[in-house]
């Protein structure tokens, strides 16, 4: 999930639109949660950790030796943010996130490898800008996770329709953008040609079949 249950705060951005910007929800028992957050990230002590040699980033430092304060050391997303929230130590901003990933999502996410960064790619950035007060960060994930969602929706078709989208080498971004998905747009495209699927069942139990708008959307006179 991206966000539900999440805290959530408002703020005006660009267009004078008003955007929700959220710390994704957490739960502990979600196997994907335990693997988005084993994403490796680089931190520094704020000052010197009782027995954190274990971290020094040859991996031989002995247990009972400090770790000093400033020594740059990978840990996995799940220990940063541990110790940033106690302000024990500062996150680097992941390469993954950077300002030119972030172009890239400006201007191109469609032809983004997220999935080859991460499979958790936007519930880490999420969790990254949030820590890091990135509010840029955090406005370029959400953009480009609905330019991606929306490339996804026309890649599927209509339901009922073949897609006249062709998956061919004369359409490289369009060939290639399925192998790009991360984890959360792998289950929006798998389900997609699921409900493409069940729609199917549904209609081949008629001889013909005519759709017609239901009275329940007519706009109110």
């Not at 502990?28 to 950790?49: K, N």
């Amino acid at each position: 999930s991206l966000g539900s249950g999440s805290h959530c705060q408002t703020q005006p951005t660009r267009g004078s639109k008003w955007v929700c910007r959220a710390m994704p929800a957490f739960d502990f028992w979600d196997i994907d949660e335990i693997l988005a957050e084993q994403l490796e990230v680089t931190v520094r002590p704020e000052h010197a950790i009782n027995g954190g040699g274990l971290l020094q980033p040859s991996g031989s430092g002995p247990v009972g030796k400090d770790l000093p304060a400033g020594t740059k050391v990978q840990v996995p997303f799940w220990l940063a943010q541990s110790l940033v929230r106690r302000n024990t130590a500062t996150l680097e901003l992941p390469t993954i996130y950077g300002a030119a990933a972030q172009e890239d999502l400006r201007h191109d996410p469609i032809v983004c490898r997220l999935g080859d960064k991460s499979n958790y790619y936007y519930e880490v950035g999420l969790r990254v800008a949030h820590l890091l007060k990135e509010n840029q960060l955090a406005e370029d994930l959400f953009g480009g996770l609905q330019k991606r969602a929306a490339e996804i929706v026309q890649l599927l078709g209509n339901l009922g329709v073949m897609s006249t989208m062709q998956m061919s080498t004369l359409n490289q971004a369009t060939a290639v953008f399925p192998c790009t998905l991360t984890r959360v747009e792998q289950d929006m495209y798998i389900g997609g040609r699921e409900a493409e699927s069940h729609f199917k069942q549904w209609t081949d139990r008629f001889g013909s079949y005519k759709m017609k708008a239901s009275h329940l959307i007519d706009a109110p006179s």
